[in-house]
């Protein structure tokens, strides 16, 4: 069964940064393709960041610069470095293996003075 675990939510200041984590299990952690997304309120799920068994990664337009995705494969761990953040980025923020569509529980993230 695969299993998905987030960690590193929580309330942070505009400008601050945080550090989402995500351990899988239940799968061969690095062939898998692996994704953030996030889904704020009133609005519907979309793609944050993306990370291919290789390391290639892809972003949506309002993540790039800011946000950095990352993979410990050895530990079964994949990353979201968020920097600069702004009041827009609050969302629960969901890791996924988007070949398998498994989610995780998900994490709030909330940016605010």
């Known amino acids: 069964q695969v299993q998905l675990v987030e960690s590193g939510g929580g309330l942070v200041q505009p400008g601050g940064s945080l550090r989402l984590s995500c351990a899988a299990s239940?799968?061969?952690?690095?062939?898998?393709?692996m994704a953030w997304y996030r889904q704020a309120p009133g609005k519907q799920r979309e793609l944050v960041a993306a990370?291919?068994?290789?390391?290639?990664?892809n972003y949506a337009d309002s993540a790039k610069g800011r946000f950095t995705i990352s993979r410990d494969n050895a530990k079964n761990l994949v990353f979201l470095q968020m920097n600069s953040l702004k009041p827009e980025d609050t969302a629960v923020y969901y890791c996924v293996v988007p070949i398998r569509g498994v989610w995780g529980k998900g994490l709030l993230v909330t940016v605010s003075s």
């Open positions: 239940g799968i061969i952690f690095s062939i898998e393709p």
């Open positions: 990370i291919a068994r290789g390391g290639t990664t």
